[in-house]
């Protein structure tokens, strides 16, 4: 597995490939999450063509187990996100 890729690095690459100063390509990228999650507390569908979908998704509650204890512990209902690369994705991430 390679280097991780953080916010940081991000707005390094904004401010370098579109001319920015970091505190404007470090707000390009805040305002753009922002607006992601802002659209997925709503429950709204995030689609980023090319890349994939965000979804909210409800979750009903369940009987889990501590793997460790095999204690049973009640797991409530829950919003979960989740995120389904598009076809693009897959077959780049496939062929590295």
């Not at 579109?18 to 992601?36: A, F, V, Y």
Request: net charge positive; charged share 30%.
């Amino acid at each position: 597995m390679g280097k991780t890729l953080t916010r940081a690095d991000l707005v390094d690459v904004l401010s370098r490939e579109l001319g920015l100063s970091k505190t404007d390509g470090s707000d390009l990228l805040e305002k753009m999450l922002e607006h992601l999650v802002i659209a997925l507390e709503k429950g709204q569908l995030v689609k980023l063509a090319r890349f994939g979908n965000f979804a909210v998704r409800q979750k009903k509650p369940r009987v889990g187990r501590n793997p460790k204890t095999g204690v049973e512990a009640k797991i409530s209902a829950r919003r979960v996100v989740s995120f389904k690369p598009s076809q693009i994705l897959r077959t780049r991430v496939e062929r590295n």
